[in-house]
């Protein structure tokens, strides 16, 4: 694989992630150069990262383990949205912040997810594999479900959604990125593989500094709603682990199948819900929408929250040897 060839491949993301960008410019105004220009591209290289860790053979899980898959795919597709919903109800969110709680339950598991699954000895390959194909099918269920919760929770105040064009700005942003990523591998994965940790550490810095600028900018309303919206990210956090934990269990997966189900089950990914709140509906002072700030505030609450778990995890793998 030349240097070019790479070159070449993120000029097209930055490329077609510009254009979605400049798309979505057409139908609004207030935005700033973070919204509009480095939090899309930032998204695109974090799932850039993930393709590049990703082969043709990572989609074909639903073939060799079917019951395990079936169950991840159940929980985060079917159930978690439902737990959302449930969520938001029972915490008396109301307007964006219920809308925002909804994009983050409907958003695929990350990179996070698959080093996380890694770290407490779960099933590496699974985890990958759950990655790579919601992150695919959230393109096509995301839009329509966050649609209707905002006919739904915003009523009359809710802005006009183009949900084919969100698709399609979702494509640019997340499949297309790991596509190109995927490419790269499959014509070289020696250099694939030098390049990967270099590529994981820039993504990682990149999150980081999503959830920041997330957090910072809409500082005043996370102080004025952390008391409901903090409880519910934790809610939905802790729920989702120990479902995905206990389903795995009830069928009688392997334990490694078992961990790794559970922190795909209650590990979103963030990002994706901080760029798409963003783009759906931008904060009239420029900063980050706060669709936005419950994926910006479980992108910090998660690590503390999933701790105990993986703790527990690594001690029961050592225990066994």
Known sequence: MRLGL?????????????????????????????????????????????????TRQDFFVVFNEPKAFTIGIVNQMIVLPI??????????????????????????????????????????????????????????????IVGLSMSY????????????????????????????????????????NSAEKFVNLIATILFVIIVIAAIVSEWGTLI???G?????VIMLNIIMLGIGYQSAKFFNLEPGQATTVSIESGIQNATVGITIGGLILASPDGGLSTLSLPSGVYGVLMYLIISPFMYWRIQQNSAKK
């Open 83 to 144: 737990i959302g919903f449930s969520i938001v109800f029972i915490s008396g969110l109301e307007g964006e912040l219920a809308v925002g709680l909804i994009i983050l339950a409907c958003c695929p598991g990350g990179v996070t997810s698959n080093i996380l699954t890694k770290l407490a000895k779960g099933d590496t390959a699974l985890s990958i594999s759950y990655t790579a194909i919601i992150s695919v099918a959230a393109v096509f269920t995301l839009p329509v």
């Open 224 to 226: 004025e709603n952390i």
């Open 228 to 232: 409901i919206l903090g409880p519910s």
């Open 153 to 192: 929770f915003m009523d009359e105040v809710a802005p006009d959604i183009d949900i084919v064009g969100l698709g399609i700005t979702m494509f640019l942003l997340t499949t297309l990125p790991v596509l190109i990523g995927m490419t790269i591998r499959h014509r070289s994965s020696e250099k694939a």
């Open 6 to 54: 790479i070159v070449i491949s993120i000029l097209v993301a930055v490329i077609m992630t510009s254009l979605s960008v400049h798309a979505q410019d057409s139908i609004r105004d207030d935005g700033n150069l973070l919204i509009d220009i480095v939090l899309p591209l930032a998204l695109a290289f974090i799932m850039f990262s993930l393709g590049l860790g990703l």
